[in-house]
């Protein structure tokens, strides 16, 4: 039986973002996100949590809209709490989609 596969829609630099990540991290975050785009991990905004030796790294995305999955923000966690910019940005990006 063939998984029904969503695409990835990178919203902003969120693509570029994501290539940025040390390979480690990066590979871990495509692993993760495969599994969101099959839906194996539950709808919503949600985050990817990714460690390497080099720190934590986050992709924030939205997988409740049927035609895609969207990376909206993709960056390295270099404090306890995620801060207000990384947050705001990815609110910004997320009424970038629209109903």
């Keep these: 039986m063939e998984v029904t596969r969503k695409p990835l829609q990178f919203v902003g630099t969120s693509h570029d973002d994501l290539k940025a990540f040390p390979g480690e991290a990066r590979r871990d975050a495509g692993f993760n996100l495969d599994f969101v785009q099959r ?23 939205l997988a409740t ?33 629209g109903d």
């Design 39 to 61: 839906g194996l991990v539950g709808p919503g905004v949600k985050e990817i949590r990714v460690r390497d030796a080099t720190g934590a790294y986050r992709v924030i995305y």
């Design 65 to 97: 809209r049927p035609e895609a999955v969207y990376v909206l923000h993709c960056f390295q966690k270099k404090t306890q709490k995620t801060r207000k910019a990384d947050i705001e940005l990815a609110a910004r990006r997320f009424a970038q989609i």
